[in-house]
Nanobody
Framework: QVQLVESGGGLVQPGGFLRLSCAAS????????MSWVRQAPGKGLEWVSD????????YYADSVKGRIPISRDNAKNTLYLQMNSLKPEETAVYYC?????????????WGQGTQVTVSP
């Protein structure tokens, strides 16, 4: 059974930080690119970041570039998002998702999401 389980969300003040994790099981995590996608209240899905299967290539939305690094540990089947200097407008449910290829492709498996709330 395929599972992507996000954790690490919560309430944080503006300028604060959180580290999101996504634990994968039931598929060969290490051969697929992975993504973080978020959905703010009342809005559609917004792509945040991608990482290729080996972890050597990363891609970011302009809004998070240089501030929210993505990483992965294939030995632990886990994806991470280190969220620094958080802004209130980044309040959203954050999802991890697998891609269909090692570098890109469509979304395939999705996690259930973890809530991040940025508020004073």
């Amino acid at each position: 059974q395929v599972q992507l389980v996000e954790s690490g969300g919560g309430l944080v003040q503006p300028g604060g930080f959180l580290r999101l994790s996504c634990a994968a099981s039931g598929f060969t995590f290490s051969i697929y690119a992975m993504s973080w996608v978020r959905q703010a209240p009342g809005k559609g899905l917004e792509w945040v970041s991608d990482i290729n299967s080996g972890g050597g290539r990363t891609y970011y939305a302009d809004s998070v570039k240089g501030r929210i690094p993505i990483s992965r540990d294939n030995a632990k089947n886990t994806l991470y998002l280190q969220m620094n200097s958080l802004k209130p407008e980044e309040t959203a449910v954050y999802y991890c998702a697998s891609r269909t290829g090692s570098n890109s492709g469509g979304y395939y498996y999705w996690g259930q999401g973890t809530q991040v709330t940025v508020s004073p």
